[in-house]
């Protein structure tokens, strides 16, 4: 048996409904909803990875315009996600959760060996998280439903390069929450 935690990448007004929102996102929200009810009742730790850039400073924002600055409405979990006080949040300041962050050493001091991947997009942030979480020897499962990326085919290649290259097995909410929780 594992230990597992849920990182939820992204899923943030911002990345939903905010200035990078956009329709495919809203496909995640009733998945990851339940993904989490889940994990919360199995005393499984849950982790928003949420982007929070510093105003006229990070890079990131030249090729992406203002979006998800630190402190404001955009920044936050969506209220469908239903924050708690025993889930963790880990700022991030470019598109991975490990880089430059706490994340790595929370997971290791929780026991976790291996991250059920959520968020947004499955190509792009979840993608970089999910390469540091390979690179430093975390198992991988892929939350399918819970991901999304801007386009069916970004979703799909994201998917794919997540089962290729960092050998993550790639399965539904109902299949992660039966199995592992
Ligand atoms: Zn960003």
Same mark, same amino acid.
């Given at each position: 048996m594992g230990k597992y935690a849920v990182l939820v990448v992204d899923i943030i007004n911002d990345f939903v409904?905010?200035?990078? *929102?956009?329709? $495919?996102? #809203?496909?995640?929200?009733?998945?990851?909803? $339940?993904?989490?009810?889940?994990? $919360?009742?199995?005393?499984?730790?849950? /982790?928003?990875?949420? &982007?929070? #850039?510093?105003?006229?400073? &990070?890079?990131?924002? !030249?090729?992406? *315009?203002? #979006?998800?600055? !630190? *402190?404001?409405? *955009?920044?936050?979990? /969506?209220?469908?996600? !239903?924050?708690?006080?025993?889930?963790?949040?880990?700022?991030?300041r470019r598109y991975g959760g490990f880089f430059q962050t706490n994340l790595d050493m929370l997971l290791r001091e929780l026991g976790v060996d291996t991250v059920i991947l959520t968020g947004l997009h499955t190509h792009l942030c979840v993608r970089h998280t999910g390469a540091d979480a390979y690179q430093l020897g975390y198992k991988i499962i892929m939350a399918k439903d819970a991901t999304q990326a801007l386009t069916e085919e970004l979703y799909q290649t994201g998917l794919k390069y997540f089962e290729e290259y960092y050998g993550a097995e790639i399965a539904d909410v109902d299949t992660v929450v039966e199995k592992y929780f």
């Open positions: 409904t905010g200035a990078l *929102g956009c329709d $495919r996102a #809203h496909l995640v929200v009733e998945p990851a909803q $339940r993904l989490l009810r889940a994990a $919360r009742k199995s005393g499984v730790p849950v /982790i928003f990875c949420n &982007d929070a #850039h510093i105003k006229g400073v &990070d890079k990131e924002l !030249e090729l992406w *315009g203002d #979006h998800a600055i !630190e *402190g404001t409405k *955009g920044a936050e979990v /969506i209220p469908e996600l !239903e924050l708690c006080d025993k889930d963790f949040i880990v700022p991030k």
